[in-house]
């Protein structure tokens, strides 16, 4: 059984920063793709952002230039570095990871952007 568990969440002002991480079982490069998804209160669940198993990366428009998906094989882990973080970043994230069109997902962490 694949475990996810993501850290790193929390309040900070617009404009400031936070790094998210997920901590996978087993090595993360068993996996077709890692991604990191959001769902803000109200609103639909949102890719925003994904790393293949090869390294291509991909991100939601909304965060192009703001946020960078990264992984560490070493530590099993992978990254969401968000930086400029707006009122509208406010959401729980979650990791996401995909083998073998399975999904495993980690807990939510809540990240909050307000003055």
């Known amino acids: 059984q694949v475990q996810l568990v993501e850290s790193g969440g929390g309040l900070v002002q617009p404009g400031g920063s936070l790094r998210l991480s997920c901590a996978a079982s087993g090595s993360i490069f068993s996996f077709d793709t890692m991604a990191w998804y959001r769902r803000a209160p109200g609103q639909p669940r949102e890719l925003v952002a994904a790393?293949?198993?090869?390294?291509?990366?991909n991100y939601a428009d909304s965060v192009k230039g703001r946020f960078t998906i990264s992984r560490d094989g070493a530590k099993n882990t992978a990254y969401l570095q968000m930086n400029n973080l707006k009122p509208e970043d406010t959401a729980v994230y979650y990791c996401?990871?995909?083998?073998?069109?399975?999904?495993?997902w980690g807990q939510g962490a809540q990240v909050t952007v307000s003055p």
């Open positions: 996401n990871a995909a083998r073998n069109y399975l999904d495993f």
């Open positions: 790393i293949s198993s090869g390294g291509s990366t």
